[in-house]
């Protein structure tokens, strides 16, 4: 069942990955080797090359690729139809859901400034008025896939209104719908009720272990400190909780209530199925609902399990429903962390005293689950909480009741004329335990280098990883000195991987910001500048550099800069700056004034120190071969061409950032400026009277690069292509971010595959 289960992921992860080819020929050369050495017989193989396609097919037929909607975009206009999802509370000024009409379904977010959505529910049907726009996509390295993470749920696009243009149609919804709502309803009735008795972050914590972390949204600290501490599984419903709240009700019921064994895991059933639907039905929470249901099932006819097989089946059941399950991060933690569990089952195994044995799988558990989640940890968040282990241990007396009276209060809480009193007396017992929680997260969260940051492991790193785990878990069960060696080279192998050489070579990146400006710069000396930080985050949220050059940074490991230039306070190239400063170490940063009146630069004169004021022709940093040297023209009334323009020296490479400064700016410095570029990062995105034709002829570029939106229709301008037919122009609009690279001898101009998800040679 395990292998089989396997061969089918391997199936789905084939035609996610385009690597169907390569699969199946591993898959044919071990079934090969299985026949020849009499491991299995020719049908099984056949069997499971017929389980591989099966999974592929099922991905082929299932996963749409594209909608009505996507062939309209972008526009604005009025869509009618039915929210298909719980109205995501986790936000304060918006709520988010997927919207599902005749053209197809897509993902609504509505903003309203009173913070009431209380008008928006599952299954009701609506007008919205908005503009419908495809989601981003990854045009950067590590940049996280937007589009391909809505195309999980079937949807090609996104779609922005305000409150207001939302209006509700008078329908009559199915039954599937009516009860789904009014179980919404009962959720946040009871919600209301437990905040009348339990304050904030305690209403937030318990009801995100009880009803799922959509229901109310932690606050910002809180949710740092459970991230720093490793405590932020807590906020969340997960398959923990399942078993916490069917243990207890076991106790409760054929302990202390003597009700009949059956009967009590009759109903135990129930309180899961009632458990898991109320929590939004999560990946980790159906998981372990349809894991306890089988086990439980098996109980009643007097039949065990066998938990790996199980686990493999039940793997194998949500694949089936839904193939795009394997992209889900709650999925493959779940699975990851039950399997390394049920592997180790045998060294949690104890006979003595049982409070000692509780105390004692308290303490391993987490040890467990640590070591096959950090792996994956480190993939999707370049973290590891250094104490997440202890603090697990501190709070895995007090979960459980947590989970469980919490539960049960809220059940309890839904025969209105007991609730509140109900909600009173559990919520005064809960108070301490969810107090003790709060101080424990902070506490290791204060902890010196609580979350550790770390580079991002490849997947054939984390395969490795993993082989060796279970090579290690092979020599607790039957040593080998055989299985020794190869752990040991195995784990020589891991590590010398994760060694970063480093090259002697100038690199520039341009990142894809759309209509804005971000430069990395590496220098000979392995040594960092960045000029520009893109935009802010849009209605409070993310900046385009927390969501594109933080997480490549953290990728890659880099944390220490030589300096942040600052072309000037646009929105457009300054608007990330305080993130990067708050996360990063710069030495200092370079701007064009200190008198700029907008919220933007308000923030950079506030947060970051040292601020230094750029000098016109004046050296900033300097290697051997290597300079970076600023330029500032002192134009008044005009910051756009007042804006720092920065030349980058090395042998015979020379490349002259412009910012948004143009042919006045030019014609100011041009007697300063270097002539006879290799690369000429064009001004305001390719706009009107940023180049002509004696300044292209004076700076004489072999390569123009332009940093612009491909739906902008007026950067670049017609009349400055025009200007630039002859030249080579690189624009981030057509090939994503593009990477230049200064070799000793040579000079590569690299562009990044949206497909492959790598940089590839434009030129050389």
């Known amino acids: 069942m395990f292998l089989t289960a396997i061969i089918y992921i391997m199936g789905i992860f084939a035609y996610f990955t385009n690597l169907s080819l390569i699969l199946c020929f591993i898959i044919s050369v071990f079934g090969i080797i299985g026949i020849s050495k009499n491991f299995v017989s020719f049908k099984l193989v056949l069997f499971w090359i017929f389980i591989f396609y099966l999974g592929f097919a099922n991905c082929f037929f299932r996963i749409k690729t594209t ?125 209301d009720t437990h905040k009348k008795y339990l304050k904030s972050p305690n209403i937030e914590i318990l009801g995100g272990i009880v009803f799922g972390d959509d229901a109310v949204a932690p606050p910002d600290y809180i949710k740092k400190t459970f991230v720093n501490s490793g405590l932020l599984h807590i906020l969340a419903a997960s398959g923990m909780n399942v078993a916490f709240i069917y243990g207890f009700w076991f106790f409760f019921m054929n302990t202390l209530f003597k009700l009949p ?117 480190m993939f999707y968040f370049n973290t590891f909480s250094l104490y997440s282990v202890f603090a697990n241990i501190v709070i895995a007396i007090i979960l459980p009741f947590i989970s469980f009276f919490g539960f049960v209060s809220s059940i309890i809480s839904i025969i209105r004329p007991v609730s509140d009193f109900t909600c009173r007396i559990f919520d005064f017992i809960l108070t301490p335990f969810l107090n003790t929680l709060v101080n424990v997260s902070t506490y290791f969260a204060k902890l010196p280098h609580a979350l550790i940051q770390t580079t991002h492991p490849s997947i054939w790193q984390i395969f490795l990883y993993y082989i060796i785990i279970l090579l290690i878990m092979l020599l607790f069960k039957n040593y080998s000195k055989k299985i020794l060696y190869c752990v040991i080279t195995l784990s020589l192998i891991l590590i010398i991987s994760t ?41 409070g949220g993310k900046s385009q550099a927390e969501m594109i050059i933080l997480k490549y940074l953290k990728d890659k490991g880099i944390k220490n800069f030589e300096g942040m230039i600052i072309t000037h306070f646009d929105n457009d190239h300054s608007g990330g700056a305080v993130d990067l400063y708050n ?6 940063t370079y701007i ?92 305001h995105h390719g706009a009107k009277n940023v180049i002509d034709k004696n300044m292209l002829e004076d700076l004489n570029p072999q390569y123009i690069l332009i940093s612009s939106a491909h739906d902008d229709k007026n950067h670049p301008h017609i009349l400055t292509l025009n200007t630039l037919r002859k030249s080579k122009v690189l624009r981030t609009d057509i090939h994503n971010s593009i990477r230049i690279i200064k070799e000793a001898k040579a000079l590569k101009i690299l562009i990044f595959d949206t497909n492959l998800k790598r940089y590839i040679k434009l030129y050389k």
């Open 67 to 191: 909608d009505e909607l996507l062939q309209i975009t972008p526009q604005n206009l009025t869509l009618e139809g039915q929210i298909v999802s719980i109205p995501n509370s986790n936000f304060s000024d918006k709520t988010k859901f997927f919207f599902q009409t005749d053209k197809g379904k897509t993902l609504v977010t509505i903003y309203n400034k009173k913070e009431d959505f209380s008008d928006l529910k599952i299954g009701n049907y609506y007008n919205i008025t908005g503009k419908l726009r495809t989601p981003f996509e990854a045009v950067n390295p590590s940049q996280f896939d937007y589009g391909k993470y809505l195309k999980n749920f079937g949807t090609f696009t996104v779609m922005y209104a305000d409150i207001t243009d939302v209006k509700k149609l008078d329908r009559q919804i199915g039954l599937k719908w009516k009860f789904l709502q009014n179980l919404n309803n009962i959720r946040y009735d009871i919600l």
């Open 261 to 377: 064994f059956k009967t009590t895991v009759i109903t135990g059933m129930g309180v899961i199925l009632l458990y898991s639907m109320m929590t939004g039905l999560g990946a980790s929470v159906v998981r372990a609902t349809i894991m306890i249901l089988f086990v439980l099932a098996g109980k009643l006819i007097d039949r065990d399990t066998h938990s790996i097989a199980l686990l493999s089946f039940v793997a194998m059941i949500m694949l089936i429903y839904n193939p795009a399950y394997i992209n889900d991060v709650g999925f493959q933690l779940s699975f990851i962390v039950t399997f390394g569990l049920l592997l180790s089952v045998d060294l949690l195994k104890y006979n003595g005293n049982k409070i000692i044995g509780f105390l004692r799988d308290s303490a391993i558990i987490p040890v467990i689950a640590q070591i096959w989640v950090a792996p994956l940890q």
């Open 499 to 539: 060694i970063n050489i480093p090259n002697h070579n100038l690199e520039i990146t341009a990142f894809s910001v759309q209509n804005a400006d971000a430069f990395l710069i590496k220098t000979p000396e392995n040594k960092y500048f960045i000029i520009d930080t893109a935009k802010s985050g849009y209605n």
């Open 583 to 588: 996360n990063l170490k710069i030495k200092n």
């Open 592 to 683: 064009n004034s200190f008198s700029d009146k907008s919220q933007t630069s308000k923030n950079i004169y506030k947060t970051i120190k040292p601020l230094t004021l750029a000098k016109n022709n004046s050296i900033i940093y300097q290697e051997p071969d290597f300079e970076v040297r600023n330029f500032v023209s002192g134009i008044k009334n005009n910051d756009n061409e007042n804006s720092i323009i920065t030349s980058l020296k090395y042998k015979d490479f020379s490349m002259l950032f412009m910012g948004d400064a143009g042919i006045t700016a030019y014609n100011t410095l041009k007697k300063d400026l270097p002539k006879n570029l290799t690369v000429l990062k064009l001004g």
